[in-house]
């Protein structure tokens, strides 16, 4: 697949999970969460301290995302990612988006061994979708 195919299969997801999801306005982890919602886009941040973001409840881990939640952002440090990505699997997840900073060489070749469509090419989703900051 091509990378806008990669794209494409990724935002045909009937919902999304963000995780790294942050209740700072400033943070990536909140910028990516109010890019889905500006999109109208069914959205679940994921984030074990903090029980709502943007006035959304928060799954505590990618487990707890709802089912139809097939493709996620992660805004995590690499070494997360890392320890993410087969929780990930586990739950089902078919698409994963690596937000540019996140990308783990070990979870990537996980994801392609896996089958998982893994965005990890430095394209950021706020500018694919296109991001306002009010």
């Known amino acids: 697949m091509t990378i806008q195919e990669q794209i494409q299969q ?15 306005r400033q943070k990536y982890g909140n910028k990516v969460l ?37 493709s996620i952002s992660m ?27 996140a990308e783990h060489p070990e979870a990537v070749s996980l994801c392609r061994e896996r089958g998982i469509n893994v965005i990890a090419d430095g394209s950021c989703v706020l500018v694919v979708m296109g991001f306002h900051d009010h």
Not at 34 to 52: A, F, I, M
Not at 78 to 97: C, D, M, R, S
């Open 10 to 24: 990724f935002l045909d997801s009937p919902a999304f999970g963000v995780v790294g999801a942050s209740t700072n």
């Open 34 to 70: 109010r890019c889905y919602l500006q999109n109208g886009r069914k959205v679940t941040p994921v984030n074990p301290n903090e029980p709502e973001i943007e006035g959304i409840p928060c799954a505590a881990t990618i487990s707890d995302l709802p089912p139809d939640a097939l």
């Open 75 to 101: 805004i995590t440090p690499p070494t997360v990612t890392a320890k993410l990505v087969p929780l990930a699997l586990e739950k089902g997840i078919k698409n994963i988006w690596m937000q540019p900073g």
